[in-house]
């Protein structure tokens, strides 16, 4: 149990349609890092927030956006879904305090 | 952050130890050594880290050569539930400590532990 869960667990969206994932940090943590993990494939890093600010980003193109809120939950937004954006999400909580990211379960996004 | 090679796959027999190998020949002196599994479903699980001298918690130990360009993970008495795919990753720890959720994973290696 690493205190970092995200929601939902699974969805199902329609090709063109937005979605929202979400992710409640383990207290304390002021950095949150969002994962992209295909089936059979090693996590890719999309972004990540530090107080609230975007501080690093991987190769994904802008309709992959995200928010941190003053408690440093965040959110991950996928604007205008393609059927290659189906995979698990993963999202992933640090500090300074730790020498560690602690993971959530990720949440299964299929785009049909 | 120095790029990773790790076998595609490895078996190991229940109560066995499991030695993990990874190359990093183009590892940098301020770069850490880190390791993570992925159980099936799950997010990946923080094991161990290091920088130069071998290092051992409750989970597993760490074996870094003298030249740091490669490592192994040692399981010492592994079980069914070692059954994960084991990522070796690189890091550049910088001021801050925002590095610690900026990972570069590879395709890691898939541990199957055998009864």
């Known amino acids: 149990e690493t205190g970092v869960t995200q929601s939902p667990t699974h969805l199902i969206k329609t090709r063109g349609q937005q979605v929202t994932l979400r992710c409640s940090s383990q207290?304390?943590?002021?950095?949150v890092s969002w994962y992209q993990q295909a089936l059979g494939q090693g996590p890719q890093f999309i972004f990540q927030y530090y107080r609230e600010e975007e501080n690093g980003r991987g190769n994904f193109p802008p309709r992959f956006s995200g928010l941190q809120f003053p408690n440093y939950s965040s959110e991950l937004n996928v604007n205008a879904l393609e059927l290659d954006d189906s995979a698990l999400y993963l999202c992933?909580?640090?500090?300074?305090?730790?020498?560690?990211?602690?993971f959530g379960q990720g949440t299964r996004l299929t785009v049909v | 952050d120095a790029k990773t090679t790790q076998p595609t796959s490895m078996d190991c027999a229940e109560g066995r130890a499991a030695n993990l190998p990874c190359n990093h020949s183009t590892i940098s002196g301020n770069e850490y050594v880190y390791w993570y599994r992925q159980i099936h479903s799950q997010g990946p699980q923080y094991i161990i880290h290091g920088l130069k001298n071998n290092e051992t918690n409750e989970m597993a130990s760490l074996i870094i050569t003298e030249d740091r360009k490669s490592s192994t993970l040692i399981l010492p008495h592994a079980t069914l539930r070692d059954t994960a795919v084991y990522y070796c990753i690189v890091i550049r720890l910088i001021a801050g400590g925002t590095s610690y959720g900026k990972l570069t994973f590879g395709q890691g290696t898939i541990l199957t532990v055998h009864p």
């Open positions: 992933a909580s640090s500090s300074l305090k730790n020498t560690e990211a602690f």
């Open positions: 207290s304390g943590h002021n950095t």
